[in-house]
């Protein structure tokens, strides 16, 4: 048997083959149906002899009607159907284990929260739902697992995101699924999917760079971020203790949710959406700060709101980091 269908190696393998099976189901027996039809037609009421004239046919109504309605039920069946697997796909459960992504020519780096940094292979445990958050240095490219049946494009200056709960340990393939230049092809990699036990042992290998939150910290205080935005609200900049995710009100007066995509916008061009009651008197860091390091602020600004974790200790002032033993890694 040829291998003409990857591993089924996650939750929504199942339902995207089901939906699959189904159309291509239809689209035989339709197929096999019309051209069928086609055929006995022909042959059953071909010309029998060379004047022959054929009967002068009006309408049908209750042919026409079944022609009209089966075909729109059916295909309303696929259109629902096919919603709710769009819908499952693009709406991750709350509780995810975040993975930020970070694609050039042409590999493909993955980062940790917990400060593991990857190039071309992706390690995650089994049974839980991952989130992967992705941006491109570049051009646009695509993540796609073909085992997990999901596919997302990785797009230069935003953010975009999919998720999957693999179900079998295993190594899959990884592809780029966007024509992105002279090695596209070559830009492949591998998912493996580790039991929960093993994927612990293997995270707690090798994290000398500490947490991508506390990257972000030494990174917040060597850029002199913290200069301007202090905690105690008497910076020149707002406050970024437990702002993300909530709502902001701009100068504007229009008002935003404080996101992965604005904390960026707001890193490489601040004037674009300044917070109501601030100058305008921050310098932009558009090519100043590497994709990487936009993950590692980003990390850091999330980690100074309230959540179940525990708060990246967070340097105020100018002195070193506050006991961060975190090498300078650029
Ligand atoms: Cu990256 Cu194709």
Same mark, same amino acid.
């Given at each position: 048997m040829p291998p003409l269908f990857p591993a089924s190696a996650s939750t929504m393998a199942s339902r995207v083959d089901a939906l699959y099976f189904f159309l291509l189901a239809v689209s035989a027996f339709f197929s096999l149906l019309i051209a069928g039809l086609i055929v006995f037609y022909a042959v059953k009421y071909r010309r029998r002899s060379p004047d022959g004239i054929g009967a002068n046919i009006h309408g049908g109504l209750a042919l026409e009607l079944t022609w009209t309605i089966v075909p729109f039920l059916i295909t309303m069946v696929i259109f629902v159907w096919g919603a709710s697997v769009f819908f499952a796909m693009s709406r991750p459960p709350d509780e995810t284990l975040n993975i930020y992504v970070v694609g050039k020519q042409w590999m493909w780096k993955f980062q940790h929260l917990d400060g593991q940094r990857e190039i071309n292979e992706l390690h995650v445990p089994v049974g839980r739902a991952v989130k992967l958050i992705m941006t491109s240095e570049d051009v646009i490219h695509d993540v796609f697992v073909p085992a997990f049946r999901v596919k997302a494009d990785v797009i230069p200056g935003r953010y975009t995101s999919i998720w999957f709960q693999p179900t079998v340990p295993g190594r899959y393939h990884l592809f780029c699924a966007e024509y992105c230049g002279t090695r596209h092809s070559g830009m492949i990699g591998e998912v493996v999917v580790m039991e929960p036990t093993a994927y612990q042992t293997w995270l707690s290998g090798g994290t000398a760079e500490g947490s991508l939150a506390s990257t972000g910290a030494k990174l917040f205080q060597d850029l002199a971020c913290n200069t301007c935005h202090r %905690?105690?609200? @008497? *910076?020149r900049g707002p406050v970024l203790? *437990?702002? /993300?995710?909530k709502t902001q009100m701009l100068q504007s007066g229009e008002t935003i949710v404080v996101d992965e995509a604005y904390v960026r916008e707001s890193i490489l061009n601040p004037g674009a959406k300044i917070t109501a *009651? /601030? @100058? %305008?008197i921050m310098p932009a860091f558009q090519g100043l700060v590497t994709e990487e390091q936009l993950l590692a602020l980003i990390e850091y600004v999330k980690s100074l709101t309230a959540q179940p974790q525990e708060p990246v200790a967070r340097p105020v002032g100018g002195g070193p980091a506050a006991g961060e033993a975190t090498p300078a890694v650029k």
């Open positions: %905690p105690d609200a @008497q *910076g203790e *437990g702002l /993300f995710g *009651g /601030f @100058q %305008p």
